[in-house]
């Protein structure tokens, strides 16, 4: 403990005398002052002895007195030392009614005892003070490594709340609490992920602190510490006390802080290792290679390759946007909370594949944050647009593409069906298409592509030029025959015309276009060019 004023009252070789303010001499005393100014408030900082031999005081004025010590007070000053001997032969009893009157302790200091004597024992004890303190640190720094190289966080977390006498948590980088110590802190830990999110969103590191004794709100004091060295915090740590740390807690909690800090790196490296063998495993199966596959994973992936599972590929914007990495951390986090193995692959700065449990946590999360991002960009009208992809690029924006379930064996076609869902997303403006909504709507939407309605144009202008010149209604004849499947009466009766003059027009059709209307192929492509050139009208 730092020294106080009970302590240097009973340090025998400074004999001093308590005469006034008994019941609050266990106040601690940061340092020891002289001075003689009749007002010495403007040079005290609270917490201070403040040593006098009553030089330029009038200490028997009961108004100047209570002015003098009501400063002394509200500087928060902690006790008085007054020197007799000197000035007065015994302290007057107008300053020993006030100092008791206002609650500072007065101690009554002889002559013999020189004031530097009382400097030094202030000094000496707050000396031996810290270096207990430095001590404790290095001591619980001990225990805590100990800890944390036997029982990994888990142990850590234990150590440091039996150091700090309260509780500790370690929460993930999405702010989702992995551990408690002791056991019973669990509820309290997780009414904290709000403020520990908030903190995630401030440049690393960062710390806070949330509740203490005068909050109504939270029993505890509660400091959060975001853990990892680099931009994006890796994991946060929160620590809950009674009241506030003391020294040789902080070095605890700092030494805790060092510890998972060089505990997230190491999995930062690890997390780097597991990547590699995670894109070899993904490029073994869509290589066709499943075998090899599940050779490379081992127990890595857990059951994922045996089980069915999706493909999920998203695409992203500039890196500062980081619209990927959200994605990443909501499925890995999901994954992790329920128990799923899941491979996430990064396939350049701008590319994530995705491998997820048919119908788990992460393929759940996945939907549910592209529902969050799509109502986002509704309530800002921020979507896609054609502007931007008639300059070539792809947007700011993430855009999913979900696969139907698969399994390794047609790995390389779930990849594809994510491929082709997240292309149609991004025609959309949408931030997620699953592969089964591509089959249960309908193909017509696609032929809203610009370059699709311009094969369109192509392909019908000579048709187009042909009818402008008043020589015939080829266009319409061409769209009736093709709606009745070449049928001549039916389509020769919807255009009103006879089935001789609808099939010498279908012949004109033929000479001008240099096609063939029996080919499958060739009805194929005008009845889609007619359909397009219809959705652009």
């Not at 702010?175 to 408690?180: C, D, R, S, Y």
Request: charged letters at 25%.
């Amino acid at each position: 403990m730092p020294p106080t004023l009970a302590s240097l009252a009973h340090h025998s070789a400074l004999k001093l005398t308590v005469r006034a303010g008994e019941d609050r001499l266990d106040v601690p005393v940061r340092w020891a002052h002289v001075s003689e100014l009749a007002d010495p408030v403007p040079y005290m900082e609270g917490g201070e002895l403040l040593l006098t031999t009553a030089l330029k005081l009038d200490a028997e004025d009961a108004k100047a007195m209570r002015r003098y010590v009501k400063r002394l007070v509200a500087a928060g000053v902690v006790g008085l030392g007054f020197a007799v001997g000197v000035n007065y032969d015994e302290i007057p009893k107008v300053l020993v009614d006030t100092a008791e009157e206002e609650g500072l302790p007065l101690l009554e200091v002889p002559r013999r005892t020189p004031f530097i004597a009382i400097s030094k024992a202030v000094s000496a004890a707050i000396a031996a003070d810290q270096y207990r303190s430095v001590t404790a640190g290095f001591a619980a720094q001990r225990e805590l490594t100990k800890q944390a190289l036997t029982d990994g966080p888990e142990g850590l977390l234990a150590a440091l709340a039996a150091q700090v006498d309260g509780w500790a948590a370690l929460y993930d980088a999405s702010g989702a609490l992995v551990a408690t110590a002791p056991d019973w802190a669990g509820r309290r830990a997780a009414r904290l992920t709000p403020d520990v999110e908030r903190l995630r969103d401030r440049p690393a590191p960062a710390s806070s602190v949330v509740g203490g004794p005068d909050n109504p709100d939270n029993e505890d004091r509660v400091e959060l510490h975001t853990l990892g060295t680099g931009r994006r915090p890796r994991a946060a740590l929160a620590v809950g006390t009674a009241s506030a740390l003391g020294t040789a807690e902080r070095y605890a909690v700092h030494s805790a802080i060092a510890l998972l800090t060089l505990t997230t790196e190491r999995s930062r490296s690890l997390q780097a290792a597991q990547d590699r063998i995670g894109a070899a495993v993904l490029r073994l199966l869509l290589a066709g290679h499943p075998d090899h596959a599940r050779a490379v994973a081992g127990e890595l992936y857990g059951g994922l390759l045996d089980a069915p599972f999706r493909v999920i590929v998203g695409e992203g914007g500039p890196a500062e946007r980081d619209p990927l990495g959200g994605l990443a951390e909501v499925v890995e986090s999901a994954a992790a909370r329920a128990g799923e193995a899941v491979l996430v692959v990064a396939e350049g700065p701008r590319r994530l594949v995705v491998l997820a449990v048919d119908g788990g946590a992460a393929v759940e999360a996945c939907g549910e944050y592209a529902a969050t991002l799509e109502a986002a960009r509704a309530a800002s009208d921020v979507r896609a647009s054609s502007d931007v992809r008639e300059q070539g690029g792809e947007g700011d924006e993430l855009v999913v593409g979900l696969s139907a379930p698969s399994g390794p064996i047609a790995a390389a076609a779930a990849y594809k069906q994510a491929e082709q869902s997240l292309s149609v997303a991004r025609r959309r403006g949408r931030v997620l298409v699953e592969h089964e909504q591509l089959a249960a709507g309908s193909v017509l939407p696609l032929l809203a592509d610009d370059a699709v309605r311009a094969f369109a144009d192509g392909l019908l202008r000579p048709l187009s030029e042909h009818d402008a010149t008043g020589r015939g209604d080829l266009v319409a004849s061409l769209r009736a025959w093709l709606s009745r499947h070449g049928q001549w009466d039916a389509a020769a009766a919807d255009l009103g015309v006879h089935r001789h003059t609808l099939r010498y027009r279908m012949r004109r059709v033929e000479e001008i276009l240099g096609r063939s209307l029996d080919d499958p192929d060739v009805r194929m492509e005008l009845w889609l060019a007619l359909k397009a050139t219809t959705a652009a009208e």
